[in-house]
């Protein structure tokens, strides 16, 4: 059997969800090497532009808080005009804004350009979402929208050490990079679908409409922001966790890459699960997984105990990622879902901005314990409310019926 007959994808579509995923993964590069990584530590880059570190920090603010802030209006314009304009025109901002700094190496120019980068970057998850779960076959959503944003999180790590090998390389040549690889998101973004792969055509929702999509949003808000929250209150404590806890650097990595192995291992198993109707019972048991996990660290136990907690730890977050993915696209109306993608991945960005913050407020106040502790109260709550709130959603999380066959384009158009 061959790779493309075991995807889980509609005919003629691979071509089209491999380029969504693409572009994201140059654009998510980009981001992650340039503010995070070579700004942050090239002291040469900030003598070039004239800047402080804090004006760095304030740029990724700024891109940051226009990604968050654009991200809704981004589904709606992918729901009116259709996913290829959409990706282009965010890939062309995200160009222009690295022209510039090309152009003019100054602190406001920064400040400009990391705000229009937001702004363009804004358009490519809800793209490349909606695109997956149209292009999948039913019943597997869950699955192919895991192996989509699994395949771009190693573009994120990547662009982190690759920009940081190039701290001392000059700032005209690493912005030159940034731009070739944003064209190379851009060109990318030209293989896209020009009209929705399969189902109704996406006009703007009557009022009675938008009332019915709210109603179903409600819902799944508490798990678009807590799935964010929970992996991302460690960003900028991890290290000083690793000194209190008097662990070796490597025994750190080691206990991290076991919670990885086993969340990337039970994906396929617990991905099939969610598929089939299960979606709520494994987003349910996967926060459950991780607050015992979490609250388990909390006590500061032996080293060998980190282990299988941390297993565990990574086993919820299997039965998180392909459960949301899952319950998402079941649960949301078709022809409204680019503008649903929108406004639930502005809430999961602001869970991913929330949660540093919190992590770090939490380990100030009860040193050690106190991320994990938060982690694991954040976590069961999320499981307590889908355990209360069950009846909120279809008894079976019957997949929706399927489209006219007509609709479907087999491909980019």
């Known amino acids: 059997m061959s790779v493309r007959s075991r995807l889980p994808l509609r005919p003629g579509t691979l071509r089209a969800v491999i380029a969504a995923t693409f572009s994201l993964a140059c654009a998510e590069l980009i981001r992650s090497g340039l503010y995070l990584s070579y700004l942050g530590q090239s002291a040469q880059a900030q003598d070039a532009l004239g800047i402080a570190p804090s004006v760095v920090g304030l740029a990724w603010a700024l891109h940051v808080g226009a990604d968050t802030v654009m991200r809704g209006p981004a589904g709606l314009m992918i729901a009116r005009y259709g996913l290829r304009p959409v990706m282009i025109a965010g890939a062309l901002l995200s160009l222009i804004a690295m022209a510039l700094l090309l152009v003019a190496q100054a602190g406001w120019v920064l400040l400009l350009a990391a705000a229009l980068h937001g702004v363009g970057f804004s358009a490519a998850w809800p793209g490349a979402m909606n695109l997956t779960a149209d292009s999948t076959a039913e019943g597997a959503q869950g699955r192919a929208l895991t192996a989509v944003s699994m395949a771009v999180l190693p573009f994120i790590g990547l662009g982190y050490f690759l920009f940081g090998f190039l701290r001392d390389f000059p700032v005209t040549g690493v912005f030159l990079l940034c731009l070739g690889m944003v064209g190379v998101s851009l060109v990318s973004a030209f293989l896209l679908p020009a009209h929705a792969v399969r189902g109704p055509d996406r006009t703007p929702p009557a009022p009675g409409e938008r009332r019915d999509v709210l109603r179903r949003l409600q819902p799944l808000i508490p798990a678009a922001i ?82 299988p907690l941390a297993a565990l730890v990574g086993l919820g977050f299997a039965g998180v990622q392909p459960g949301w993915g899952a319950l998402v696209t079941r649960t949301l109306p078709e022809a409204q879902r680019p503008a649903a993608w929108g406004f639930l991945m502005t809430l999961e960005n602001i869970g991913t901005a929330v949660g540093p913050l919190l992590g770090t407020l939490a380990f100030a106040q009860f040193g050690a314990r106190g991320p994990f502790g938060l982690g694991a109260t954040l976590a069961l709550l999320a499981a307590a409310f889908y355990l209360l709130f069950r009846r909120a959603f279809p008894a079976s999380a019957a997949p929706a019926p399927a489209a006219p066959s007509g609709a479907a384009s087999g491909g980019p158009s």
């Open 226 to 307: 807590m799935q964010t929250v929970t992996l991302s209150l460690f960003g900028q404590v991890l290290f000083k966790l690793t000194d209190v806890l008097e662990l070796p650097y490597w025994t750190m990595i080691a206990v991290l890459v076991t919670g990885a192995l086993v969340a990337f291992g039970s994906l396929p198993f617990v991905g099939r699960v969610a598929d089939r109707g299960r979606a709520l019972l494994t987003l349910t048991g996967g926060f459950a997984l991780i607050g015992v996990g979490m609250a388990g660290i909390a006590t500061l136990p032996p080293t060998w105990a980190l282990f």
